[in-house]
């Protein structure tokens, strides 16, 4: 069974930094677009940032471009996500989500979908 | 960017009805549209892909329609553990957008 278990999440000042880690388990890592989405309280899901398999594509919502960065390490199965100053507006659970990108004519929707791990942006 | 609505934002329903949520884009996806649903707390399930293939495991009570801009996520017979929140999204690039979501509540 496919498991995305996301950590990293807490409580952190505005202007500060948080680094989130997703772990991938029991498919080929490599092979896989990922992506992070949130969700404020009570609010809807919001698409964060995706990944290509290879790290070679990358890209950001609008309100995150320039303060968070994407990356993966291929070989430790593992996302990450290094949000830099951080606004109240950043507060949500975050997500990760296997899927995303087109290849061979298919396009690929959210097929697995990690717990989630709180972020706070509160002074 | 897409832009992705949904209607309605709330629908109020009983045990036994047929309900019907609809997702229009602001420019044509092809049939590249997803449905989850999610309960609060709980991660999002995927429901549909691809605009009206059912994922793995999700009963067939649970159809979708649609190709370009519109779409329709249709629930044949609600039963209890139908009422939650649906969202519709897009995946036609590496760019996601979500529709605002429906809230399926107990009339």
């Known amino acids: 069974e496919v498991q995305l278990v996301e950590s990293g999440g807490g409580l952190v000042k505005p202007g500060g930094s948080l680094r989130l880690s997703c772990a991938a388990s029991e498919f080929t890592f490599s092979a896989f677009s990922m992506n992070w989405v949130r969700q404020a309280p009570g609010k809807g899901l919001e698409w964060v940032s995706s990944?290509?398999?290879?790290?070679?594509?990358?890209n950001y919502a609008d309100s995150v471009k320039g303060r968070f960065t994407i990356s993966r390490d291929n070989a430790k199965n593992s996302l990450h996500l290094q949000m830099n100053s951080l606004r109240a507006e950043d507060t949500a659970v975050y997500y990760c989500a296997r899927g995303g990108g087109c290849s061979g004519g298919t396009c690929y929707s959210a097929d697995y979908w990690g717990q989630g791990t709180l972020v706070t942006v509160s002074s | 960017d897409i832009q992705m609505t949904q209607s309605p934002s709330t629908l109020s329903a009983s045990v036994g009805d047929r309900v019907t949520i609809t997702c229009r884009a602001s420019q044509s996806i092809s049939s590249w549209l997803a449905w989850y649903q999610q309960k609060p707390g709980i991660t999002p399930k995927l429901l549909i892909y691809?605009?009206?293939s059912l994922a793995s495991g999700v009963p067939s009570k649970f159809s979708g329609s649609g190709s370009g801009t519109e779409f329709t996520l249709t629930i044949s017979s609600l039963q209890p553990d139908d009422f939650a929140t649906y969202y519709c999204q897009q995946y036609n690039s590496y760019s996601w957008t979500f529709g605002q979501g429906t809230k399926v509540e107990i009339k």
């Open positions: 691809k605009a009206s």
């Open positions: 990944i290509s398999g290879s790290g070679g594509y990358i």
